[in-house]
């Protein structure tokens, strides 16, 4: 990474040495590789701290940089691609998911839970918790929400807990006839339990996709996923389907 000259450039310094600092990020890092610290790298290109920071922040808030408690900031690897198209009907856990389970708990369901399955209050819901990595790292944190009377012959006897009883509250989905689902996608702030799942402080930006998922003309099961906004983009598929809402969408707690 070489020295430039950043008083005769008329846009914001910042933002100039935003771009020289990419390009070197390209040529001369690897994904992974941890940057020098501010000191070095202000007095390397003769810019303020200030400076400095609001161009690593831009690269930050672009993907192109993380930066990790403990290590510091680093090169990023490529964006995820979520595909949020509605052309692939398929449950969760089916083969090719990418999705690791971590447990499973079974509650009445609150009144954000209600409103997201459109089903009665106090039913039992199976809520499974999972959690997508990409090189290494948490991306994406999933609550999946399932009412008892979708999967009725589940036993508590066979899995009772943890990631065996994920899985097989996963494997009774894959009974029924899915027949579609519907999808939609909003930007949120990290709460508590989603930064700490995905190291990111509370308040971080975050995509969060909401899928319900469709049998016999009832909500069989719906899944929130909050997905790190600074590693994942959006993806549509082949359908290019996207649909614009003015209405906020629920999201539940864990």
């Not at 389970?101 to 089903?119: G, I, K, Q």
């Not at 959690?131 to 929400?145: D, K, M, P, T």
């Not at 009377?149 to 097989?168: F, K, N, Q, T, Y």
Request: charged share 25%.
């Amino acid at each position: 990474m070489g020295t430039t000259q950043l008083e005769s450039v008329p846009e914001p310094k910042y933002w100039h040495l935003k771009n020289v600092l990419g390009e070197a990020l390209d040529s001369d890092f690897a994904v992974g590789e941890i940057l020098p610290n501010e000191r070095e790298l202000a007095a390397r290109f003769g810019v303020a701290r200030a400076t400095l920071r609001q161009a690593l922040e831009q690269l930050e808030l672009e993907g192109r940089l993380q930066r990790r408690r403990g290590v510091g900031t680093t090169v990023a690897p490529p964006r995820l691609g979520v595909d949020v198209s509605t052309v692939r009907h398929e449950w969760p856990g089916a083969t090719q998911d990418s999705w690791r389970p971590l447990d499973s708990v079974t509650a009445p369901a609150s009144a954000a839970v209600v409103r997201l399955l459109e089903t009665d209050t106090g039913e039992e819901i199976h809520t499974v918790r999972r959690i997508r990595v990409s090189h290494g790292q948490s991306v994406a944190a999933e609550l999946l929400h399932v009412p008892s009377s979708s999967v009725p012959e589940l036993s508590a006897i066979d899995a009772p807990s943890g990631p065996a009883r994920a899985r097989a509250v996963l494997r009774e989905l894959q009974r029924l006839g899915l027949d579609g689902q519907k999808r939609a996608v909003e930007l949120g702030s990290a709460r508590a339990d989603d930064a700490r799942e995905l190291d990111r402080l509370p308040g971080a930006p975050v995509l969060v996709v909401t899928t319900r998922y469709v049998v016999e003309g009832r909500i069989a099961a719906v899944s929130v996923a909050t997905y790190r906004a600074d590693t994942c983009r959006l993806t549509f598929g082949d359908s290019g389907d996207l649909e614009i809402s003015d209405q906020p969408q629920e999201r539940e707690a864990s």
